[in-house]
């Protein structure tokens, strides 16, 4: 939805009003409206939703299934807006907090939830194809009923202050739920039809991952897939921040705080990775030490995967001579395809080339160490019928994995006196 098509607040107000108190009159009373404002009001909705919202009769006003799922939506909607408005505004005998939540407008709101999802006004003006001046005026004058700087000039440009990253984020989730709700009531009545916008980490590569979205498309063809890569804590961000609806990887090894909330789907053992044909692989037995004359592909320093290989030559004087640090699969797979680099990885990860017969797993065991690979999403998110199909999917797919074992792990002999980790 766009700063045209995005529906009343007014009109989503008392429609919630109706919900609430099952009676058009005593809502549109309770809105200082009259119930023909209140009538039109209801109708613009429904033409705007493709639906019957409520029936009406002599008993009072009934909600339509269509109405319901609306209902449901428009009460988290009202919820990210309080509480984007839940700290103290004022200074005492002015306007209340309630009269301002009154006089934000649907312009405010796009314009708002267009800078939590857009790096700067530019972007966000043309995202919601208006000219900057236009998106300026708005933000100034939703800063001016907030009585609060939404705002800020500085060395590298206006940017968000703390207040207005705040508020621009619980826009952006509120516009989330009517979007959600448009969604949920298209679908009664036609083919899904709806964008899932999906986070991986880098190295991130899955196998299982493509099963799955192959497997919702063979369903559901008309729903659009959006999936990118980012390094981990930017995913947490945009998650955060309303821009993607699900992040698949390897769950944090961390607290990752009470805003998310993470699902397992199966567990990935971590294994030693090289080339078919590395000199390693024609060895009997392989050590510590035979890794350390081969050159690495690392992960960046403070990662659980590093922690691993950092772990591995801890109580060995001789280490790796010379090490790549790098967070790109292309990379890693580049280098170890063409030359004799040695990396840790998880089996998931080369699954797909490792039947290809292009990288092979080495014998040498690591103490059960795996990464749980799974689901993160937002605290108190509720997914839409698209995404509720696209989690069935993947739970279905996790649920028939055999245990994810590397062949060469399992028949793995240690030489004595050099044991594994």
């Given at each position: 939805m766009n700063l045209s098509t995005f529906p009343n607040l007014r009109h989503l107000r008392v429609f919630e009003a109706v919900g609430r108190l099952q009676r058009l009159?005593?809502?549109?009373?309770e809105q200082n409206m009259t119930q023909p404002a209140a009538t039109q009001a209801i109708c613009k909705l429904e033409e705007q939703f493709g639906a019957t919202l409520l029936t009406r009769s002599q008993n009072g006003s009934t909600l339509t299934e269509e109405g319901k799922m609306l209902a449901a939506r428009l009460a988290r909607f009202f919820d990210q807006i309080n509480a984007a408005l839940s700290?103290?505004?004022?200074?005492?005998?002015?306007?209340?907090?309630?009269?301002?939540?009154?006089?934000?407008?649907s312009g405010h709101l796009c314009a708002l939830a267009a800078?939590?999802?857009?790096?700067?006004?530019?972007?966000?003006?043309?995202?919601?194809?208006?000219?900057?001046?236009?998106?300026?005026?708005?933000?100034?004058?939703?800063?001016?009923?907030?009585?609060?700087p939404i705002c800020q000039r500085t060395a590298h440009g206006i940017v968000l202050t703390r207040f207005g990253t705040e508020l621009s984020r619980h826009m952006k989730l509120a516009t989330l739920e009517i979007e959600g709700a448009a969604e949920q009531i298209q679908s009664m009545s036609g083919p899904i039809q709806a964008c899932i916008k999906i986070g991986i980490p880098q190295l991130g590569n899955s196998v299982f991952l493509g099963t799955v979205l192959?497997?919702?498309?063979?369903?559901?063809?008309?729903?659009?897939?959006?999936?990118?890569?980012?390094?981990?804590?930017?995913?947490l961000q945009e998650l955060?921040?309303?821009?993607?609806?699900?992040?698949?990887?390897?769950?944090?090894?961390?607290?990752?705080?009470?805003?998310?909330?993470?699902?397992?789907?199966?567990?990935d053992p971590y294994c030693l990775v090289v080339r078919t044909g590395h000199p390693l692989t024609g060895a009997a037995r392989i050590s510590v030490g035979d890794l350390a004359k081969y050159?690495?592909?690392?992960?960046?320093?403070?990662?659980?995967?590093?922690?691993?290989?950092?772990?591995?030559?801890?109580?060995?004087?001789?280490?790796?001579?010379?090490?790549?640090?790098?967070?790109?699969?292309?990379?890693?797979?580049?280098?170890?395809?063409?030359?004799?680099?040695?990396?840790l990885m998880k089996h998931e990860e080369i699954m797909?080339?490792?039947?290809?017969?292009?990288?092979?797993?080495?014998?040498?065991?690591?103490?059960?160490?795996?990464?749980?690979?799974?689901?993160?999403?937002?605290?108190?998110?509720h997914a839409t019928q698209a995404q509720s199909h696209l989690l069935e999917i993947m739970r279905e797919q996790a649920a028939r994995m055999p245990p994810a074992t590397p062949h060469a792990a399992r028949r793995a002999r240690m030489p004595r006196g050099d044991a594994s980790i």
């Open positions: 009159g005593l809502a549109a009373a700290e103290p505004l004022l200074p005492a005998n002015r306007i209340s907090v309630e009269q301002i939540r009154n006089r934000i407008t800078l939590a999802e857009r790096a700067g006004i530019d972007k966000a003006a043309q995202a919601l194809a208006i000219s900057k001046p236009s998106f300026q005026r708005i933000v100034r004058e939703a800063a001016r009923i907030l009585h609060r192959s497997e919702l498309m063979k369903k559901h063809g008309e729903i659009q897939l959006l999936v990118t890569e980012r390094p981990k804590d930017v995913l955060h921040f309303g821009t993607l609806d699900i992040i698949y990887g390897t769950l944090s090894e961390t607290d990752i705080g009470n805003d998310f909330v993470e699902e397992s789907l199966f567990r050159k690495w592909i690392v992960p960046r320093v403070g990662s659980f995967r590093r922690g691993i290989y950092e772990s591995l030559f801890a109580r060995h004087a001789r280490k790796p001579k010379t090490a790549i640090e790098t967070t790109s699969l292309n990379i890693h797979l580049s280098l170890l395809q063409t030359s004799d680099y040695v990396t797909l080339h490792e039947r290809l017969g292009t990288l092979i797993t080495l014998p040498l065991p690591l103490r059960n160490l795996h990464g749980t690979v799974g689901i993160t999403t937002r605290a108190g998110w």
